[in-house]
Structures are given as structure tokens and as C-alpha cells.
């Protein structure tokens, strides 16, 4: 187990403290430390020698001027290889006296107006933000926020310059940008009269941006390979493999039909996913990890004519089994592709196919490796995604040819994404994710690099450093793995310029330790939605970054952050409230496949400057310094004692208040008398400790009392061997709710181990089964619809565990543990 910093009295010191024998302590050798002091008292000299009059109080001023001397580059203190202990003693030290409440969030990345300058927006804006912004225009940096607001105003303006940027190429142009004449359309009507292949404009070589039949387009290696080279496929080779299956496709579907892709992110799902968008099929997204029943209704949804899948996944060196969920899922015809080798590893149905007969299918043609591209209108369907909600039947969201446009220019002007660039993002085309990141790529230039296998260990992290990858994409649980579990140890990310994250909050602790691995790269934060096609808050190349923050809405993205009544803060307030993001928005949403778009996205949102908001769901923090905060769900907000707070707000404390804690998830629960609701903290240790309830209670009270609000009360801690989580990794606060309202409502029926206080002891088999029943459960039924017991019955010893449940709407489901 690696060092853990310690905190002495309570106190951080100040950097100018900062000794040699502390960063002994921190894991230098008595050498190294020596020398490390040295540069850092030079560093700190060097920052305070250039502070001047008028750049704000000495607090706000100097801790950034040190950190930006620490991380120069050509000259920075802190390397990859350091133990991460160092880096938080720095870091820390630095920002020790920082005041959240009059200077928000300490940056750790700032630009330069060199590196402004050559990023993709900021030479946009040294272009046109003259012509654009008039006298107004200085430069990238200092112009940024007033050019946002301009994108916000003129988005056809903007649109108009970012698509000469990318390699759409249409068969017929645009009758405009954008069009708001139709006032049923909330979004506007965009690019109106053009028809287009979204898939043919990733495939042909062009000039601009450069992009050559001989570039090398995908990279990819499978797991357990990583000491062979890296695999490489040309962009000719990639179109001629796709235009082969575009053309099998037409033996077996019609133009329109829905096809499925239920396959881990594989060279050969991509090859996949393209060929039925250019042979005017759509696709249909489902992710790997799902159960039978889930991936039954995204096919019955769909109306899917056929799916795409593997014999197996293969994760972590163990096959699981794919084919025969899909199987279980219904009758729909299957084309199982081999996850090894080339011969599917199960026996089929009569009416499905292997890969390789599938793709004999071609053999009869004369040109196999050609295809005609089907044209269809901007707004034609291209693939039905799903969203990741766990009751109910998900909303089948459709993206039309305009959504990858959307998609690919948001990370062309947020992320700096170019021409050479190899971008990594280990997710999946069942979920937004892997669409985007796919698009992004082949419309920007760059080569999409693909691991086949878990990103959680260090074969993943070879394949980083061995791919020369420059983008690396993350979400917060895989950095906490890596973090934790030190696999990535001895790696080069160094050839990284940029990472980003997305799907859950970011802890600053994680997003240090990855940031530190390539020499203090910004880590961009991204947060939207499926039905956004892109995200509307993100980090930006030209701002101050900060960990776990975002510094901007995206271009052209407007938004309001409102209370509980509906009225809007005032804008640059630092506020709290769930946000309202304007109508007009390029790629979103204007329809649901099987609900009502209307009412899901805009019925009860307020009205601002006579336009109909829209609903997104998140609850944000606007803090001092501009940056945007997600608190979590709107509908995670819960009541404390007459104060509202939000239940990410409450884990970024606990997060920080033990060296053991992994991981914390905060819930409210109202108590079974009634009452005011009561503060519930569910935990997650990290392996090798072993802190009692009781112990992480006081200290959460103690840490939410002194950071938050003294009136807070911790009612309760119960930890946990795991979180429950969606198939996209999402927490589901929701179960957790539910185990901890049983536990409260049947504490004097509970059969089994007791504590004195009268509730569950959850050891770990009562947790296993407890997660794996509630997990399916989940599902399957709202809370209202089941109700369980665990216990151990008398006389069949410890390894048994007895699940007695019944559903109240009658429901017969069977549960597999």
C-alpha cells in the first residue's frame, strides 16, 4: 500500500514551509529532497519577485503565481514519476491559506496566449474575432467569455465557421445554417434542404482538414497481447473493410431498417457501425453489459430487423457470455462475430450467421470493396440510443446526420482535437460516449485508438503509452482504480496533451494523481446527455482550468441556473439551482421514439426572455470565479433540517475525510414515525482498512459540520463492499435509498446478525447477494413494487444465505444470484 499524506495538528503548511524533512516524508530520497528544495525555494522567489500592484489580494494572487512556477513547463518541479504523496504535499501546501468562499476553485492549468493561440478556437478567434467583436476583440484569452456570449447570440454565425473546420461533405448544400421560422421547433431547424452520408464524410480522404488514403485512422490491440506491437489499419484499408459490409447488409435488410449493435467497442463494431449508417440502415445502440430483458426492449422498441454481436466478451482474461443473452432476448436474427480467432466459439440458430458467413455473403461480386453511399436528408435517423435510466423503459433517443456534426465540432473547439492527434476513451456504442468519441475522430482527422479488453488494468495503460496516444478520456471510478490500485506504475503518458472526464463528478485527489502523469495536462471535465449530442458544459483550452470543475458553458450553449420557484439568479451570481439551457441548441433532441418529447424536455420549465427552457435535470453551483459545479441530480437534492443541499456536495467532504475511504454515496431518508429527513452515508474502504461504522460516522459529522453546515447530523453510516452502478457506471442512489428504507422499516423483523443497534450487519455475503438481487431488482420493478428479506436460516451454516421477497403488482420475475 502506498503513502498516505500526512496532516499534522490539523493543519497544511504553507509552501514557504515546506522542508526537507517533509518531503522526505513525502517519499524523495534525503538526495533528492535536498535538490527539490532548492528548485523550490528558486520556484517561490520566482513568484513573488513577479507579483505586482492591482492583480487582486495576496491570497487570490500568489498561491497560482507558485503552482504556474511549480508546473512551468521546460522547468517543472513535480514529474510523472514522483510519488503521488509529493504532489499532494505541494499542491496542498501551495493552495493551504486558499479561501473557497471569496476565491472559488484553485486553478492548476492555466494557458498561455502562445498556446491560445495555436488551439483550434483560439485561431478561429484570431481569424474572425476582429470582424466578429469589432474593438471588443484582445486576444483568446482575455476575449474568450465575451466571444461564448457571442456564440450564444449569432450560432449560425458560429456553426458557419466550425464547418469548414470539419470533413462534412455534402451532396447537396444547406439552404441556410439555421432556421427559425417554424416556432413548433424549439431548437430551430438547421442546415435545412441538405443531404449527406454522415458516414461517407468520415471515409474519403481530404485536404482540410488533412486527412490521406495511406493515414493510419484506427490503432487498436486486443488484451493479453501487450507485448506484440500495436495493430494499425490505413484510412483505405478501414473504408474498403466497411464498404464489404455495407454491401452484405444489402443482401439481408432494406434501406431504413434497424440493426442493432449489442458488441464491446471493437475495431470491428466500428467497421460495423459505419457500414449500416452509409448503407441508409440505423443503428441501434445496446450496450454490451446488458441483461436479456434489457436488450429485449431496445430491440422491441427499435423494431430491430437483425443485431451485431460476439460469441463472448472478454474482460480481465475470462469470458462472458454475449450470444446467449441475445439469444434469451428474443428471435431476432444475430450475426455473432468470433472474440477470438476466426470461428465463433457457440453453437448457433438455424437462422443466424457467424461473421465470417456473413461476410461471404459479398463473395459473388465483382467489386466487393465498393459501395454506393444511400443520401439522405440532415435529419434522417441514424442511430437510436437509449438513456441510461434504471426504472421504467429507457427513452429511445434518436440521433439524426446532424447530431455527429454537433458532436465532433464541440470536441474540435472544447478539446483541441486535430489532425494527427491519437484519441483513446475506453466506453462502448452502446452508450453517447462511443458515438461521439467515433465521430470526433474520423471528422477531425484524428486516429481512434481502441483497447480490447478491461481499462482497469495495466494492459490498458501499456497500450496508452505503447499508442502514443495524445487524448486520453476517463471517467472518475476508472482514475480512482488506477489511482488505488498504482497499476499504471512505470508508465510513459507523457505524450498525452490533454485527458478528459466524464459521467460522475471528479474528485480533485484522482484528478491530481492523472493530471501529474503527463506533466500537469489539463483534465477537460465534460458534462451533457444523450439527447444533447455533445456537452453544454465543459472545460476549455483558453481558460484556468480547476480539478473537478467546469469552466464554461460549450459554444453556443446558453444557459440559466434557477431556485426552487422557477426565477432565474441573475447571471455571473454564484448560486446553486437546477439549470434551464436555451432552446435553440444544434444536434439536441426534437423527438422521442416512445414518449413525448415535449413533455419530458420542456412542460413545467420556466419561461426566460420568451423562451421556453429546457430541460436537462442537473443541479449546478455557479461559484466565485465562474466555474460551474454539478451538485448532482435536481432530483438528488434533499432536505437537511430546512436547508437543501445536494448529495455530490455532502461526498466531495466525506470523500476527503479518510485516508481509507474509497468512495461515499450520501442519501436522505425520512424515518418510518415521519419526521424531518435523516442524513444516510454509505461507504466503500479501500482494501487493507478496515474503519468501523461508528468511527467514519464522527468523522463525517465533524467534517460536514465544518464544511458545510453545523445543523447537519450524519443519522447513519453503513459500509459497503461495492456501489451499485448502471451499465454506464452511473450510481444508483436510488437502490441504496431503498436497502436503507427496508433495513429502517423491518429492523425489528430482521432475522439473522444484529448490532446492538437493532439493524443489519451487512457482512460481505450478506452484501453480494443483497447487491446482485437489488441490482437486477432494480431493473425490473420500482421501489413501491418489491419487498425483501435477507437472513441466514438456523442449522445450514455461514455460507448460506436465504432471499425471501415478494412482488406487490403480482409479478412473477425470477432473480439469479
Not at 484569452?141 to 456553426?159: A, E
Request: contains cysteine; aromatic residues 10%.
Amino acid at each position: 500500500m502506498g503513502k498516505q499524506l500526512k496532516i499534522v495538528g490539523g493543519r497544511i503548511k504553507k509552501i514557504e514551509e515546506v522542508d526537507v524533512e517533509d518531503l522526505v516524508g513525502a517519499g524523495l530520497s534525503l538526495q533528492e529532497a535536498c535538490s527539490f528544495h532548492e528548485s523550490l525555494k528558486a520556484a517561490i522567489l520566482n513568484a513573488q519577485s513577479s507579483s505586482t500592484a492591482g492583480e487582486g489580494t495576496k491570497a487570490a494572487a500568489e498561491p497560482q503565481k507558485v503552482w504556474r512556477e511549480i508546473t512551468a513547463e521546460g522547468r517543472i518541479l513535480l514529474k510523472p514519476w514522483h510519488p503521488h504523496t509529493l504532489h499532494q504535499l505541494i499542491y496542498l501546501s501551495v493552495y493551504s491559506d486558499w479561501d473557497l468562499s471569496t476565491s472559488g476553485p484553485p486553478p492548476y492549468w492555466f494557458p498561455s496566449p502562445l498556446q491560445a493561440k495555436n488551439t483550434n478556437l483560439g485561431s478561429l478567434m484570431e481569424i474572425h474575432g476582429p470582424k466578429l467583436l469589432g474593438t471588443l476583440y484582445q486576444d483568446p484569452i482575455t476575449s474568450f467569455n465575451l466571444f461564448q456570449k457571442f456564440t450564444v447570440q449569432h450560432p449560425d454565425v458560429y456553426w458557419s465557421l466550425v464547418l469548414k473546420e470539419l470533413s462534412v461533405i455534402f451532396r447537396k448544400g444547406p439552404r441556410c445554417i439555421l432556421d427559425t421560422s417554424d416556432k413548433s421547433k424549439h431548437g430551430g431547424t438547421w442546415l435545412p434542404g441538405s443531404v449527406l452520408n454522415i458516414a461517407e464524410s468520415c471515409l474519403l480522404s481530404t485536404d482540410y482538414p488533412r486527412k490521406q488514403d495511406e493515414d493510419v485512422v484506427v490503432i487498436w490491440r486486443d488484451e493479453g497481447l501487450d507485448d506484440n506491437p500495436v495493430n494499425r489499419m490505413t484510412l483505405r484499408e478501414f473504408r474498403e473493410q466497411i464498404m464489404m459490409v455495407a454491401n452484405a447488409l444489402d443482401t439481408m435488410f432494406s434501406k431504413g431498417d434497424a440493426i442493432a449493435i449489442d458488441m464491446q467497442m471493437t475495431v470491428t463494431a466500428v467497421v460495423i457501425y459505419l457500414a449500416i449508417v452509409l448503407a441508409g440502415l440505423v443503428v441501434v445502440s445496446i450496450a454490451d453489459s446488458f441483461a436479456p430483458k434489457e436488450i429485449a426492449i431496445r430491440l422491441r422498441v427499435s423494431n430491430a430487423k437483425g443485431i451485431f454481436t460476439q460469441d463472448f466478451v472478454r474482460r480481465g482474461g475470462r469470458n462472458f457470455p454475449l450470444y446467449s443473452r441475445v439469444v434469451e432476448a428474443g428471435p431476432c436474427k444475430a450475426i455473432v462475430v468470433p472474440v477470438i480467432g476466426h470461428d465463433v466459439g457457440v453453437q448457433l440458430r438455424e437462422h443466424d450467421l457467424s461473421w465470417k458467413d456473413f461476410l461471404s455473403c459479398v463473395d459473388h461480386l465483382s467489386r466487393p470493396l465498393h459501395y454506393f453511399p444511400v443520401y439522405q436528408s440532415i435529419d434522417s435517423m441514424t442511430n437510436i440510443l437509449f438513456s441510461s435510466g434504471t426504472t421504467g423503459e429507457p427513452k429511445a433517443i434518436p440521433w439524426t446526420q446532424l447530431s455527429p456534426i454537433r458532436a465532433a465540432g464541440d470536441i474540435w473547439g472544447q478539446q483541441n482535437i486535430k489532425t494527427g492527434d491519437v484519441y483513446c476513451w475506453p466506453s462502448s456504442l452502446g452508450w453517447v460516449a462511443g458515438s461521439i468519441i467515433m465521430y470526433s475522430c474520423f471528422l477531425n482527422g484524428a486516429t481512434l485508438a481502441l483497447y480490447h479488453g478491461s481499462p482497469l488494468d495495466r494492459g490498458f495503460g501499456k497500450f496508452v503509452q505503447d499508442a502514443g496516444v495524445t487524448f486520453l478520456g476517463t471517467v472518475p471510478s476508472l482514475v480512482k482504480t488506477w489511482k488505488s490500485t498504482q497499476c499504471m506504475e512505470g508508465l510513459d503518458w507523457t505524450n498525452i496533451k490533454s485527458f478528459a472526464t466524464t459521467g460522475e463528478a471528479s474528485n480533485f485527489d484522482d484528478d491530481l494523481w492523472l493530471s501529474s502523469k503527463a506533466y500537469y495536462r489539463p483534465v477537460i471535465e465534460c458534462c451533457g446527455g444523450t439527447e444533447l449530442a455533445s456537452s453544454y458544459i465543459q472545460g476549455n483550452l483558453l481558460q484556468p482550468q480547476a480539478f473537478g470543475a467546469f469552466s464554461t458553458a460549450s459554444m453556443t450553449v446558453g444557459y440559466v441556473i434557477f431556485d426552487e420557484h422557477g426565477v432565474p439568479y441573475p447571471d455571473d451570481q454564484p448560486c446553486v439551482g437546477e439549470v434551464g439551457l436555451f432552446p435553440v441548441y444544434m444536434g439536441a433532441s426534437d423527438r422521442l421514439l416512445n414518449g413525448n418529447h415535449e413533455e419530458v424536455y420542456f412542460k413545467g420549465m420556466p419561461m426566460y426572455k420568451g423562451m421556453s427552457l429546457r430541460r436537462h435535470g442537473d443541479l449546478i453551483q455557479r461559484t466565485v470565479g465562474g466555474y460551474i459545479i454539478v451538485q448532482g441530480r435536481a432530483d438528488d437534492t434533499m432536505n437537511l433540517g430546512g436547508i437543501k443541499t445536494s448529495s455530490v456536495e455532502i461526498e466531495r467532504v466525506c470523500n476527503r475525510t479518510d485516508d481509507g475511504v474509497l468512495e461515499t454515496a450520501a442519501i436522505s431518508v425520512a424515518p418510518v414515525t415521519g419526521g424531518p429527513e435523516q442524513l444516510v452515508i454509505f461507504a466503500v474502504l479501500k482494501k487493507g482498512y478496515n474503519s468501523t461504522q461508528e468511527q467514519l460516522k464522527l468523522k463525517f459529522t465533524k467534517a460536514i459540520k465544518s464544511n458545510l453546515n453545523p445543523l447537519f447530523k450524519v443519522s447513519h453510516v453503513r459500509i459497503l463492499m461495492e456501489f451499485p452502478r448502471t451499465a454506464s457506471n452511473k450510481l444508483m442512489r436510488r437502490v441504496l435509498r431503498d436497502q436503507i428504507k427496508n433495513e429502517l422499516a423491518f429492523q425489528n423483523e430482521v432475522w439473522g446478525n444484529r448490532q446492538g443497534s437493532g439493524y443489519w450487519n451487512f457482512d460481505p455475503l450478506f452484501h453480494r447477494c443483497w447487491l446482485s438481487l437489488m441490482t437486477q431488482a432494480s431493473e425490473l420493478h420500482t421501489p413501491n413494487q418489491i419487498k425483501y428479506h435477507l437472513h441466514r436460516p438456523p442449522n445450514y451454516g455461514q455460507n448460506t444465505i436465504c432471499i425471501e421477497y415478494h412482488l406487490l403488482a403480482g409479478d412473477t420475475s425470477q432473480y439469479q444470484l
